[in-house]
């Protein structure tokens, strides 16, 4: 089993978008998303931010979205999303993509990793078993408008 992540190229936004889509409207997150809208969100990422296939013996099974010029650009790089499909799941993939992102982010002079993680996804798990903490510091607010 050889996972490769690799700039996305794009031919592959499509497949990307699929993923995307099957994997939020899934629990816990449960979001509704339309082909349009998660299309138009993947190629907003594929321009503005680095994204990532992932890809298990040649097969797109995944992506990550990063934006490296979130805050203190050059300082901070940002998880936006992450999407594994769910036959992939559970397998060490997502936390060998992780490691390889924090390197390839380490390679390029960036102090930190950020990312949002959903308090009922396992991606907080993984997450904790490589030495990322909830900050010390910030935490994410929300009001409902509707």
């Keep these: 089993m050889k996972i490769i992540l690799k700039k996305s190229k794009k031919s592959e936004l499509n497949n990307i978008s699929k993923i995307y889509r099957d994997e939020f409207s899934k629990p816990p997150y449960n979001e509704k998303w339309t082909y349009k809208k998660v299309n ?58 992780t490691k390889q992102i924090f390197e390839i982010y380490k390679k390029k002079g960036f102090k930190r990793f950020l990312c949002l993680v959903n308090k009922r996804g396992n991606s907080i798990k993984m997450l904790r078993k490589l030495g990322v903490k909830e900050s010390g510091s910030d935490i994410l607010m929300e009001k409902r408008l509707r």
């Design 40 to 97: 138009e969100r993947i190629n907003f990422y594929f321009k503005y931010y680095d994204l990532y296939s992932i890809l298990l013996d040649r097969m797109l099974i995944g992506f990550i979205a990063v934006n490296p010029k979130f805050m203190c650009t050059g300082d901070v790089a940002y998880g936006e999303e992450m999407a594994i499909s769910k036959e992939f799941q559970g397998k060490g993939i997502g936390k060998e993509v």
